[in-house]
């Protein structure tokens, strides 16, 4: 998380200013940094601590069932380092039959950790804590002075352990995951489409153990040359999860709908051609659209910058990515 929301709640009439503030944002309606609390029960849903999730069973020794993973495309936070783990449940099933939503089964668990400057920061935790779809958690886990564990953190913190990064408070988590129907980011078909040579999760494991109920295409490859697969590969993983066309309609914790005219996903329908995808048909050949993407990305105004949360400096290797399949029409 940015210090965005921080700037603007201490503005004089700051709801009303984040309200305007969200409306310019793509015709986005509702709050991107006001979000409804979190609820009790969501809440006692998760530990206190970090050594309490069940990551580690000693310090940095990973539990036996946890296995880390690598998306093909990075989501991009200022420069952060992280490592990504996920536990799935004894013997529980990804539901696969959408392979563009997976839905995962009750008791899996996420993990992220953030490394700024050398020092660990936090670890995120997202877990699916019921049977219905929207059933998730989420919470930042603050590292102590010590680094031997870490505490959960539902009100977030600006510039923590002394490095420029923000964590995000436990309500904001679903301003993103909440954009899609399995609310999970970067542990998926199009992310997970690769042979891993360093023990890493991918689809080929996941189906040879039997996790997911249908397994992937074999050869499921993003299309294009290298500028287009790089273009396509960023903007379904720093975008998509709120720039869609499918938002989930079902309850749960969100912080506002988009009115979405861009769709930047890469959908496994879509992939037969880079004029097939979705980004290609909703972005390329208006001006002004085009336009409004690369002034967005690049800049880090709090009323102009995309994403809006999460970030503090712009991407200047994936602004140079999108904007050089952009220049092509």
Known sequence: MSSIGAYLRNLPHAGIVLSLVSAALLGCRGDYHDCPAIPPARRAALPRRLSETGLFVAKDKLAPDVRPYNPAFALWSDGAEKRRWIALPPGGVIDTRDMNEWIFPEGTRLWKEFRR?????????LQKIGPREEDWAAVAYVWNAEDDDAEASW?????????????????????????????????SAVQLARTASDGTVDLPSLAREGRVSNPAPESLTIPGDTV?????????????HCHNQARPEADGPRCYDPDNGMDLRLLLGD???VASTAAFRTTVHLESRRDQMRKRMGSREYDVQMPPLGTE?????????VDAWLRRY
């Open 117 to 125: 400057d050398g020092v660990r920061v936090e670890t995120r935790l």
């Open 271 to 273: 992939l037969g051609s």
């Open 228 to 240: 287009e697969r790089a273009a396509l590969g960023y903007l379904h993983a720093n975008c998509s």
């Open 155 to 187: 009100e977030g913190g600006t510039n923590v352990r002394g490095t420029p990064h923000d964590v995000p408070a436990g309500d904001q988590c679903f301003g993103c995951h909440g954009g899609r129907r399995s609310r999970v980011l970067g542990f």
């Open 313 to 321: 400096r712009v991407d200047a290797a994936g602004l140079a990515a």
